[in-house]
Every structure is written in C-alpha cells, then in structure tokens.
C-alpha cells in the first residue's frame, strides 16, 4: 500500500523515469513538492513514449496535410476521406519492449492497442497489418520470440475478428536484444460519424468502460522509454495481460453507444491508462477533469490512487456522455457484460483533480502536464557516407542461378506463410490479396472501392545512409501500392530507433525524418498518423534504423488491380525503370557475398512517381493485370517470386551491354516493376512508354516450368518453390 | 426463406454468413443469444464463427448452454434445419446437437489456409447443389479443429452415411498431407441422425466471390434456399 504523503527522494524520482533538471521543472510549474500520486502522473505524462520529448521538434518537418486528409496527427489515429461519405482511420504503433519480455501477451497488447485507437474514433477496424524484427535465426532467444509474438498476433486478432492482411519479417543481429513489433489498424466510418478526444460542456459525465483496472502494466509506459540491459526479465509484471475477447465487446458496445448519440469525446486508456486518456480530455477541450477513483471498477482490492492513475490494465475506455444519457447508455454496456460507472466530471477550472476516499490525491495544471512536458533539441551528428560500389567491382562467388536458389529460401526472402497461416485473414470476407503479394488489398464494405495497404522499410538502407533510406521507405510502401493499382494515399510512420541521448542514433533520427519528409512531399503522401519507439537498445548496442511506413491507397473499382503472380505462359515480360546494377548493401552482397557494406541505391523522387503513375494507369484501364515492384534481391527475386506465385516459368534474355549478370539480376536500382502483358500488348506498351520518357525495356517471355536466366541457367519453378517454402518451417521446427 | 444467426458475445463471423445466405435469396435475422425463442417462421438457424466467450473454458461450452440454445434444440428436434460453422460446430458438439469434439490443431497452432473438402453425399438439404465426392474450395481459420469421437460414435457416423465433408486434395483425394488439423477419419463436418443438423469446421462463407477467391462455398447456401422452397 502506497500512501499519498510518501517522501520524495531523489532515489524515488528516479525510479520514475525522470532527471534533476525534468523533476525540477516539475516542481516549478506547480509550486510545491508534489504528492506520490502527482509524480506518477507527472512520469507517465513525461516520459519518452507519451510525451516525445526527444521527437517532438522533428517530427514538426513532416508534411501532414493533403486534400483528403480529414485528421493529421495527434489524435488516437489519422483519418483521410475515401469517398462515399466513408473515411479510412488508421495508425501503426509499436510494442517493442514488453513483446521482448513476454513476446505473447507483447504482441497481443500491441494488437489490442492499436484497434483500440482505431475504433476509438468510431470506425469499424477491416483489416490490420504489422511489421516484424527479429534477432538472427542462431541466437538463442530468436526462435521462442517469434513463436510467441506470431502467436500472440494472431490469438488477439483472430479472437477479435479483423483480419490480418499483411506486413514484414526479417531478422538481424541489431536486434537480438531488442525485438520490433509494429501493428497496424485500419477502420472504416462515415466521415459525419467520427468521434474526437477534446472533452466540451462543462459538468459533463465522465464514464469508465470495458474491462476492471487491475494492477498489470503499472509503469508500462516508462519501461518502454528506457533501454534494456541483463535484468530485463526482471521487468515481466509491467507487461500488460490482453483479453480479446473483451476489445471485442467493448467494440461492439461503443460503435452501439456512438449510434446512440450519447458520446461527446472518447479516448481510449493506452500507455499510461487513465492518467493519459483523462489529461488528454480534459487539454484538447480546454476543460479541468475531476476523477473520483473510490467510482472505478477495480479487478483488485486496496487499490491506491497511484495504482489506479498508472495502470495498463487493457480494454478501457474513457467518454464523456452528453447529460441524461448515461441510464441509457449503461444500457448498452450491461447488454455487452461490460463495465460502465460515472467517475468523474468536466470542470472549468483547468486543474487536473484525482480524489480517493474523500482526500485529495492530485491537483495538477491540466495543460501543462501535455503542453509544458520537457521538449528536446538533442545533440545529433549526420551519418557519415558510405562509399559507392562499383557494380564490376563485386566478384560473383557462385553462378546466378545457385544464388537466386540461395536468397528465395534464406530467412529474410524466403516464404513467410508459417506466419500468415497462423493469422485468420479471411474473415469479413473482403481479402482480395493475401499476403504473399506488392499491397494486400481489401474490398471496402461492398465494393466497388478497395484499400491497398502494405508495410515497408529497408533498414540497412538506413543504416547506411538516414535520409536515403527514409526516402526509400516512403518510396517503397509507395510503389508496393501503386503495383496493386491503387493510389496511394496517406502513411502512418513507426519511428523505431535506439538511444537518442547519442549523437549518432540522433542522426539517424533526423536524417531518416529528413528523408520521408521530402518523399512524402513529392509523391503527395502525407503522414496522418504515427508513434515514436525510442531506447531499442540493450547495454549499449542500438537496433538499425527502422522507420516503418504503413501505406494506404486507394481502388476506385477493385475488381480491377494487379497482382504478382504470372498468370499466362507466352506472356511478355517487361522492366519498367533504370537499372545500373546498385550492389551497395543489396542482398546479394550480404547474402552472398557476406559483406554489408557501401552506399545504399539512390531514389529519384521524381523517376518513381513517373513510373509508378505509368504503371497505374497500364492497371487502371485493364492493360496490365501482372505487376511486381521490384526491392530486395533485384530483378532476379521479383522474377523467381512472380514465376512461384502463378506456377509458370519465364526465360529471360534481355541485359545490359557491359553489366555483369549479377548486377544485373541483383542489382537494387529503385522506381522499378516487372510486368507481365500479351504480346500484342507489349508493343503498344513499349511505344507509349518511350512517348512519355518512361523507361522500359522487354526482357523475355513466360512459359515452361523452369526460369532461365540469361547465359541458359536453368532453375525450376519447383526448386525455386522448395527452397521458398521450407526454411522457415524447418527452422521453427529446428531443423534450419 | 427464413434464416436466423444466432450472435454469441465473441461471435465474429456472422456478418460473413449472412451476407451467404442473402446472397443465396435468404431472409436473416440476426438472433442475440439471451433470446429464450426465434423469430416466428425461422426455417434454418446458423450458429457463426467466432469466439463465443473468448473459447476461455473449452471452445463452444458456454455458449451451448445459452438461453437461445433451448429454442435452437427445440427447433432441431421438430426436424427444422440448423447449421454450425467453425465455432458454431464446436457449439453444437457442446450443446449435445451432435456427437464428438474439437480438440486443438494437431499442430497447436490457429491454421488460415485454402482447403479443399470431398462432399460425401449430396442427398440433403445442405448439398443438393453439389455432385457426390465433389471436391469443393473454402477456406479454413481455426485452432480448435481436430474433430476426435469415440470409435463406437466413429462407427456410427460412418455407418449411417452422417460425416457431411472430409479434408481432401484438389483431385478428391483423402490424404494424410490434407488433414491439417489431424481429424478422425478427416472428418470435416458431420450431420444428425435426421440430417437436419450440420456442423462443419471450415468457412464456406467465405468462398462465394470470385473476387476474393471462389465460389465453391455458394453450393451449400443454395441448397439450403432451395431445399426450403420445395418442401413449402
């Protein structure tokens, strides 16, 4: 039991996440010593994750605005309008920390969370999406963390019944000690019908729903704004417990009271539980809060006010009701099973006031707790150049073909259907691409529109070189879209990074920013909505680089989109784009040539979005229903993954005059597809590319069982199938 | 046709199958769980796919013994039809519709893939719309699926013609390779002594598009429409 006049130590402050000089601060803004229950408050608001003291500056560069975007950053989620009178909400968010420490319940809270926000705002969710790091396969926690978090991933959403559409796994050692795991929602709601966080009306009720507050998670919020070292095991009981069966009710309560008319402003409880949701109420309305917690519905007995402030028990909400409607809205919450209790109400006086059996616990400035929280200008120096690798300078150690054969079954490119299958993305009944494909693509309610979506980033592109590899993210969620046909629309950004209390992991920071920022502007795809996931470090060693880009796009009919897969065998094979053999930090060069090392491929900003609307359009009028953006593993790897998909080889006998044929098949040039297009077709296709001074060039022809690449190297669909297929069943099954 | 989806708290596919059943020229209702009677005409009633109660004790148990489930019995016993999909079949197993249980995957793990399923026999009111041994593509999403019964029950299932569908190739074929789960005998889905009462694992609801991959699940809600219309 904590009481309320607890001394403050400097130990205690401490141990609450906050410096001297931040503590300091505190203590300046109200005055006096603060109470036990106020330095909680006052550590949840201000640690790294809630409050972006080191982010916040830069993150200001971010373009964030387009004609369709109904809500930037800075509520629960970004919501851009569709048409229709419909808006698509999304957001990505991370769960790094605790999916570490307790990879099942990490990951599903990561899941819960993120749906949360999403329905938060009065949308449906349709489809979620996530972004996965690992450890190097041999380390010894790797396995067990993928077990986990995959299963963990699909035990929430699957019990929730959203289906999992899409996104990444990849392994490295950067993060043995520091696992990413990113989740994705996207929601559907009537643009009339969105709901909003800012509380109005004074006097108004202030209502706790969903499930009881228990004491997990306690803290939560400053675990995950700090770097790991050897104890972290030891940080287990601030990993939250997730109960979808719960998010479910209180999905399907809220969209029912939201019908209603009752509901003025919602927040949902997340990191730092009901401090947050109450604060960020009562600041964006301009309004004090009032709590009375002796009113919260508690799992335990005895619960103090410090507890119940810091809690992160999962599946809670806050609202305020409009007046007189709250037997009417406890309605709907009985018929869920669902907690429902007045716990407070909204006040004029712009105080942040928490009572517990008739004492005062807390009298806090309510806006200063958001808008005076300590904001950083950190020391960041730039990532040094890496030098460019002349294509004829790499020596193949092996031919093509042992390569190619190679980099399809190794751990980054090789299949990742052990982890899909364990997702339900069938459910809704709207999957119209699985994953496997450029963009999953969901139908939106009963056509004829669709979403593409896709999650994407290079990071040892950032690592080599911030602001490349930012553009490159951006670029790529870009094109993973477009080969889809859809127009991209918006992203939401998952800024993974270490420590940035160093100087070069600052630069990281801010070169990558520098980076999106200038794509997003020139591709016309603003961020809406993101989360910033500092501290992925363990004593001393940082993650690479990972913003992760969430894409949504857009398909007017989505009956008529593109997919990978070949479909016809005596098909024209075509490259769209430049290539001049970039081997710098390629897959080939760390795969095959065990080295990662030099420049990353440059992007032309202006070269994508030629070629990318080129492609588009090709779909949009029915020309082109074979498309593959071509990344990882150069030309040779979107060939061999469109020959697997669709069952049908191809013999390739275009190249370039003077490039090797590595280079050539491996090489990560960028702003690149390969289609597929009948021989008739292609002509024209040629013809109007040239026209338009988009590069295009006529590689070979589908047909057979086998991919030949140039030089008569022969590899059959079937090996090439086998080797994609097996690597991650035997090692989950230990035998990789 | 009067059709009636019984909503469980954690229910989450049953927007899937009403949007089957209108498709096939059905009229749905849905039917909230602590209902004591269906709606007055109700000729099939569809338990969905889900979660009932978070599959927290064993999957199904609670929502077999909901106030509703004594109007479904009744309605089952007077010979009208009732369907159990995934989590609907796990409910009719506890609800003493139908014999045997669903213990997990034989891998442990939630499996979401294409399946193909071999129509055992296409007499009844589910499957008039497809040919005898017929290999027909849906889809499949469960953890829980692995269907075990005691021989005696085995025997009798298969004795009376009762097993509905089995785990098959794309040739028809029952193979060990097809049989993800680890089903006795592959079995996919199972009818009553009558059978009026069909539960079955997989999803065809969610294969009745050629959009987002096929139509071989239409069959079975067409059957259902037009085995209904004949006998009024």
């Given amino acids: ?736 | 046709m009067k059709s009636a989806v019984i909503v469980f708290p954690g229910s989450n596919r049953e927007g899937d199958v009403l949007r089957a059943l209108s498709q096939a020229g059905s009229q749905v209702e849905k039917v909230w769980h602590a209902e004591t009677a269906l709606p007055s005409g109700t000729d099939l009633v569809v338990l969905p796919g889900g979660f009932s109660y978070g599959d927290y004790l064993r999957c199904g148990a609670i929502a077999g013994r909901a106030s509703v489930m004594d109007a479904v019995r009744e309605h089952a016993a007077r010979g009208g039809l009732v369907l159990g999909i995934c989590n609907g079949f796990q409910i009719l197993c506890e609800s003493g519709l139908l014999p045997g249980i669903l213990m997990r995957n034989a891998n442990l793990k939630f499996i979401c893939h294409r399946q193909f399923l071999r129509v055992e026999r296409n007499d009844t009111a589910f499957t008039k719309r497809y040919a005898q041994g017929q290999a027909i593509d849906v889809c499949l999403a469960h953890g829980e699926g692995n269907y075990t019964a005691d021989a005696e029950t085995l025997r009798r299932l298969e004795g009376d013609g009762r097993v509905a569908f089995r785990y098959c190739d794309a040739t028809g074929a029952v193979t060990a390779d097809a049989n993800r789960n680890g089903s006795m005998n592959a079995i996919a889905g199972i009818y009553s002594e009558k059978l009026n009462v069909l539960g079955m694992m997989p999803h065809p609801e969610n294969l009745i598009e050629t959009l987002v991959g096929g139509t071989d699940g239409r069959g079975l809600f067409e059957s259902l429409v037009s085995s209904v219309a004949r006998a009024a």
Wanted: with cysteine; proline share 6%.
């Fill in chain 1, 1 to 736: 039991m904590i009481r309320n006049d607890v001394a403050i130590t400097p130990q205690l402050v401490k141990e609450h996440g906050l410096t001297p000089d931040e503590y300091k601060r505190f203590v300046d803004l109200i005055g006096r010593t603060p109470t036990i229950t106020e330095l909680g408050i006052v550590s949840a608001m201000w640690n790294e994750h809630c409050s972006y003291k080191s982010s916040r500056l830069h993150l200001r560069g971010l373009p964030t605005s387009a004609p369709w975007v109904i809500q930037g950053p800075g509520e629960n989620a970004g919501v851009i309008d569709i048409g229709d009178g419909l808006a698509c909400i999304f957001k990505m968010e991370s769960h790094n920390h605790p999916s570490f420490i307790e990879p099942y319940q990490g990951a599903t809270t990561g899941v819960g969370g993120i749906l949360r926000d999403v329905f938060t705002m009065g949308a449906r969710p349709i489809a979620a999406l996530n972004f996965l790091r690992f450890g190097e396969p041999d380390h010894p926690k790797t396995g067990h963390l993928v077990s986990g978090v995959v299963a963990g991933i699909g035990g929430y959403g699957n019990s929730f019944g959203v289906p999992t559409v899409g996104g990444s796994v990849g392994f490295h050692p950067r993060y043995n000690g520091n696992i990413l795991v990113n989740a994705m929602a996207v929601g559907l709601a009537r643009t009339d019908e969105i709901f909003y966080a800012a509380a109005t009306g004074i006097g108004n009720p202030i209502v706790y729903l969903g499930s009881k507050t228990g004491r997990d998670g306690i803290h939560g919020a400053t675990m995950a704004s700090a770097e790991f070292d050897d104890a972290s095991d030891e940080k287990r009981p601030t990993v939250q417990v997730g109960d979808p069966f719960a998010e479910k009710l209180l999905l399907e309560a809220c969209l029912e009271l939201m019908k209603s008319g009752a509901v003025i402003a919602i927040q949902d409880m997340g990191a730092a539980g009901l401090t947050s949701s109450a604060v960020e109420m009562g600041a964006k309305g301009n309004l004090g809060i009032e709590l009375d917690l002796d009113k919260v519905p508690c799992r335990e007995e005895g619960m103090t006010a410090y507890e119940m402030m810091l809690s992160e028990s999962q599946e809670r909400m806050l609202m305020v009701l409009k007046p007189g409607m709250e037997a009417e809205a406890e309605a709907i919450f009985v018929k869920w099973g669902l907690d429902f209790a007045v716990i407070g109400r909204t006040t004029d006086t712009l105080r942040f006031v928490v009572k517990h059996q008739g004492a005062l616990m807390a009298d806090l400035p309510i806006k200063e707790l958001g808008d005076q929280a300590p904001l950083y200008d950190r020391p960041h120096v730039p990532t040094p150049p890496r030098p460019v690798i002349a294509p004829d300078s790499v020596v193949a150690p092996i031919s093509d073909a042992e390569a190619l054969i190679r980099l399809v079954g190794s751990p980054d490119q090789c299949s990742k259907r052990w982890v899909w299958e364990q997702y339900d993305h069938l459910i809704l009944g709207n999957t119209v691409q699985m994953p496997g494909g450029d963009a999953a693509v969901v139908r939106v309610e009963n056509g004829p529109k669709g979403l593409a979506l896709t999650t994407d980033v290079t990071p040892r592109y950032c690592e080599a070189d911030p602001v490349a590899g930012g553009k490159q993210a951006v670029a790529e969620a870009w094109r993973n879209i477009t080969a889809v046909g859809g127009t991209p629309l918006a992203i939401t950004d998952n800024l993974n990074f270490g420590s940035p209390e160093r100087p070069e992991v600052m630069g990281q920071f801010v070169g990558c920013l520098k980076g999106i920022a200038e794509a997003c502007r020139a591709l016309d795809f603003p961020v809406v909505s993101g989360n910033v996931s500092l501290y992925n470090e363990t004593n001393g060693q940082g993650i690479l680089p990972t913003p992760a880009i969430g894409g949504v796009g857009l398909l007017d009919d989505v009956t008529v989109h593109a997919s990978i897969a070949f479909k016809r065998e005596g098909d024209a094979v075509i490259l769209i784009g430049n290539t001049e053999g970039w081997l710098g930090q390629s897959i080939y060069l760390a795969e095959i040539c065990g080295r990662e090392e030099g420049a990353p491929p440059p992007v032309d900003l202006a070269a994508e979005r030629r070629n990318g609307d080129f492609v588009r359009q090709l779909i949009r009028s029915g020309q082109v229903d074979t498309v593959h953006d071509c990344a990882d593993g150069g030309l040779a790897l979107t060939l061999a993954e469109m020959a697997m998909a669709g069952g049908i080889g191809a013999s390739i006998t275009g190249e370039i005059d003077g490039l090797a044929s590595h280079a050539f098949l491996f090489g990560e040039d960028q702003a690149r597809y390969v289609l597929a297009v009948s021989q008739e077709a292609a002509t024209d296709l040629l013809y109007e590319a040239a026209a338009i001074g988009v590069p295009a060039a006529l590689l070979g022809v589908t047909g057979g069982a086998s991919l030949i690449l140039p030089g008569e190297q022969t590899i059959s669909v079937s090996a090439l199938k086998t080797a994609h297929e097996s690597w991650l069943p035997d090692y989950m099954a230990g035998k990789a």
